[in-house]
Each structure stands twice: as C-alpha cells, then as structure tokens.
C-alpha cells in the first residue's frame, strides 16, 4: 500500500522508534527518505 | 566470606538535592534563546510569565525535591495554582537556592574569572551567603573580587545575564575568541552545571556531618561536556566538582550517558568500593541550563508560568556497608544490551524482568520503583505527556502478564509502587537520581520499605552516533 510512497518516520522513544517504523513501511513497498527518533524529555 | 570483604558491601550512605531557581536564565536556555531570536515579541510574554522565588518555594514538586514531603504527598494537580502552607527553602536533602544567590555561586565556580557581578547583586549575594548553612564553603573575598562592570563587559563580547525583571546583574566572558567550546555560553552551562553540582555536594556532606577530606573520588555524571577544540568532551566535571567542595583527598571522573547517566555512575561507584579501590566515592549530577524552559511555548498556550524555572542538582555517597544505610546490590544490575531492542516492552524486560529473575526476586518483591520522575505539569501543556505514568503503567502492565498481580489491580500497582513525577525536566536529575533522598528515608528507620528499584534510560540516538537507547537499573534494599 506504500508503493511508490516517499516516507518521513518519526519515532518516539518511549513508544515505536523510526527503525522499526521504517522498516515496516519499506516491507510495505515505501522508500524512507528520512528516519529519526525524538526524546521529548 | 572474611570481615574484610563483608565491610566492603556497598551502601548509600547520604544522598542530597538541590535546586536554583533562575527565572532570569530562563531565557537563555536552549528551547527560549532560538525562538527569542525569531520573535522579538515573545521577550515580553516570557519576562510576564516568571514565577517569584516565593512561589517556587510553595510549588510543591519543589517541596518534594528538596525532600520535605513525599511525592505521593503532593496533593491533588494543579499544584502551579496553589502555594503549598508552610513551604520552606530548606529541606532535609538541600534548598532551593534563589537566584542572586546562585549567580554569586557562578563567580566562585570560576577560577579563571570570566564571570563579573554588577555591584548591587555581589553585596546583597554576599550579605545572604555569610548567613548560609554552609557559609564555611564560600569564598567571600573572592566574590569581591568578582565585582566588576557586566554592562561594559556585554558591550565588549560578553554574554549579559539579566534578572527576572531585566536588569543586567553579571557578565561572562568568553575563554577563547576562536574556540567555539569555550564560547561565552558554554562556559556558563558548565559553570551553572559546576555550581549547581557542587551545592548539592556540599549540603549532602552538612547535613550528614561528613568530613570532604573523607572522601575518595567524585564521579560526575552531568548532561554538560567540558572541553576545547581538541577534546570538545574532555570532561572531568567530578574533580571540578571535588575541588570547590573541597574534597582536597578526592580525584574524579565523569561517566557519560545521555539521562541515564547518574545509574551507571551509582554502580562503577558501588563497583569501586566492592572492590577495595576507594573507601567513599561520591556521584554527583550538576544542573542543565540549556533545558530551562524547553517547554515555555506550552506553558505560554495554556496561561501558566513558565516552570522550568530551575536547575537540579543531585549528590549521592556511596561507601562500604555501616550495616544501617540501603545496601546497592550490584548483583541486581539490569542492563540494555545492544541486542535488547527499542521498543519499550524490550527496555523493561532488559532492566526489570531479566535482572529480578536472576536475584530470585518477583516485581511485586520490590516496594518502588524509582524510574523517570518528570513533573507533568511541566511536560502535558507541550503534549509530552505524563512520562513518569507510562513508565509505570508499563511496569503494572508487565506484573499481570507475569500473574503477580490482576489486571484491575494495574491502578492500585502505579499508585503505591510508583509516584506522581515531582522533577523539572533535567534530564539525568530527574531519571531515578532525585529519589535517592527518599529511596534512604524508604530503606530506614523512618520507612518500611524493603527493597527500591533504581532504573534510568537515555536517548543515546540523539548524539547521531548510534540508533540505540541506553538504560540501567539496580536494586537498594534495606540493610540488615
């Protein structure tokens, strides 16, 4: 459902981090052009 | 197991906080100093938002931290709103130290004299410090020395320090024109840092009648890195730290680790003395001045003062077993393994689950725990949320899959074994570190806990070096 998709993953530390988001989606067909993970604290 | 050995048990032996309360730096924290640049107008809203130093005195979280009451003693939120009755500046584990107060601090954390005091503030400053509890550790000749012209200085290339009402009170210089680690600004997060540091380690050592020659080695375990252009994290805040209080038999180390920090520190300290190296080593987390209002705009939005307002400080002593103090039980040690996983199920398992199996203990062996402390009347208005409750609700949840407690039990789990967050968001101060006052209290005469866990975690992905997250956690248990 991603295919062709350009993706920005943003991850929070205490919840999902960007690699494991961007891996899904790149399985997911998408391309990941930028991944990072916040701290809000 | 001969005498020898067993004396070398480790033990928290004291534990301090401290706080300064610093409206007027507020501005130059991180969060602040880049939208003051983009919005001149918000100078106005800022300045109308500082609290008073009455005020941060009757805020209760501040109460909690300096330990005069417990935090689950806080009373129902807001506690902005209220002024907690019969609040006082000093505390059982330190004070709440006002700002001018602290500034003149600044200028005796400086031996290379970079910060100079508008005249006014130093005499008033000098007159409040001669009075201190812990006067002995203040230099008042070298204040006077510190006297200087900070509007001139600004006018040259220092960096101005204002009040909370505006006024140019105090000046620092930059320590190299051409090394940007030495700029003006970071030479006062480190002096704030230095400072802030220090106060903690000195009132641990008054109020629990320890003399500084006594101890061996302070490990610093601050947010702030020290350095020049060829070693921009050369550090050794600790010695830094020993030296103004004086701790003239001490050498020191710095142990980095994003927020997580002060629990590692805590155990290379315990480490140390098991192992016969030094007989009392103290850890010590100085303030972090770029955080102060990293969450202003929030505050702002929903028409509440702006309450990062101050710096934490905390210090801790760790020394061979008195057979009364909490003992640290560094075959407890959990720790975040490369392998472990980001997600924060694989956190705790790694710093709960797997460390408490292999001590033969259940979570519900353990009276508290002690996790990130954050205050969220400071994180909710920003939409971080209540990071101390999830940490919790985590730990609960984790208790029912392990059938020790029932799923509708998951409230009366976080309301007794945790607490409601009391820290202001300085990262490493608020992650376990500030309850090690009230984690002793817990562990003797006083309380009737038996065992407190100690868990901190740290974003180490924000550094770029590594997508990995940090964490450590041990158990203190009652001696005896």
């Known amino acids: 459902m991603f ?39 | 197991m001969a005498n020898g050995e067993a004396t070398r048990r480790p033990a928290l032996l004291a534990a301090s906080a401290v706080l300064a309360h610093v409206p007027g730096l507020v501005r130059m ?100 410090l001669a009075h201190h509890p812990l006067h002995r550790y203040f230099d008042l000749q070298a204040l006077k020395q510190a006297v200087g012209k900070p509007e001139a200085e600004v006018a040259r ?19 190299h024109e051409q090394d940007s680690n030495l700029s003006a600004g970071v030479l006062l997060e480190n002096l704030a840092c230095k400072a802030s540091g220090s106060l903690a380690l000195m009132h641990l050592m008054d109020r629990n009648d320890i003399d500084p ?11 702030e890195a ?48 098991a192992a016969g190296v030094f007989r009392r080593v103290a850890v010590v987390g100085g303030g972090s001045l770029p955080k102060l209002g990293m969450k202003f705009e929030g505050h702002l939005k929903h028409s509440m003062p702006i309450l990062e307002d101050t710096l934490g ?22 720790t975040h393994r490369v392998r472990s996983g980001a997600s924060a199920e694989a956190v705790m398992e790694a710093l709960v689950t797997e460390p408490l199996k292999r001590v033969g203990l259940r979570m519900t062996d353990l009276d508290e725990y002690a996790t990130e402390l954050h205050n969220p009347e400071l994180t909710e208005p920003q939409g971080s949320g209540n990071v101390p409750e999830r940490n ?46 009230h984690a002793q209290r817990s562990l003797t005469a006083v309380g009737s806990a038996q065992r407190v866990m100690m868990m901190a975690k740290g974003s180490l992905f924000l550094g770029m070096m590594t997508e990995q997250a940090d964490g450590m956690s041990f158990v203190l248990e009652r001696n005896g």
């Open chain 2, 213 to 223: 020659a006594s101890i061996d080695y302070v490990i610093g375990c601050s947010e």
């Open chain 2, 313 to 334: 400080a905390v210090g801790v002593l760790i020394g061979e077993d008195d057979r009364v103090s909490p003992l640290m039980r560094l075959d407890s040690v959990g």
């Open chain 2, 226 to 273: 020290v350095g020049d252009r060829y070693q921009r994290g050369g550090g050794n805040m600790g010695k830094a730290i020993a030296e103004m209080a004086q701790c003239r038999e001490a050498s020191g180390a710095d142990v980095k680790n994003f927020c997580a920090a002060p629990i590692p520190a805590m155990v290379v300290a315990a480490s140390l003395v």
């Open chain 1, 3 to 41: 295919e062709g998709k350009k993706i920005i993953a943003v991850g929070e530390r205490d919840g999902v981090a960007s690699p494991a988001i961007a891996a899904c989606l790149e399985a997911a067909g998408g391309r990941v052009v930028l991944a990072a993970t916040e701290c809000f604290v």
């Open chain 2, 29 to 128: 924290g991180s969060k602040p100093s880049r939208e003051l640049e983009r919005d001149s107008g918000l100078e106005a809203k800022i300045g109308a938002s500082l609290r008073g130093f009455d005020e941060a005195v009757g805020y209760a979280p501040n109460q909690a931290f300096v330990g005069l009451l417990h935090p689950r003693e806080m009373g129902p939120r807001p506690h902005f709103s209220q002024r907690l009755e019969g609040a006082q500046r000093f505390g059982p584990d330190g004070e709440i130290m006002p700002e001018e107060e602290f500034i003149a601090l600044l200028a005796l954390a400086d031996p290379f004299k970079r910060v100079r005091l508008a005249s006014p503030l130093a005499s008033r400053a000098a007159e409040a």
């Open chain 2, 392 to 437: 919790y609700r985590m730990l609960a949840a984790m208790a029912v899959r392990q059938g020790l407690i029932e799923r509708g039990a998951i409230g009366h789990f976080v309301s007794t074994r945790g607490m409601p967050g009391y820290a202001p968001t300085q990262g490493h101060v608020a992650s376990a570190f500030c309850y090690a006052g």
């Open chain 2, 157 to 175: 290339d220092a960096l101005g320090l204002f009040s909370r009402e505006g006024d140019c009170v105090a000046s620092v210089a930059p320590g």
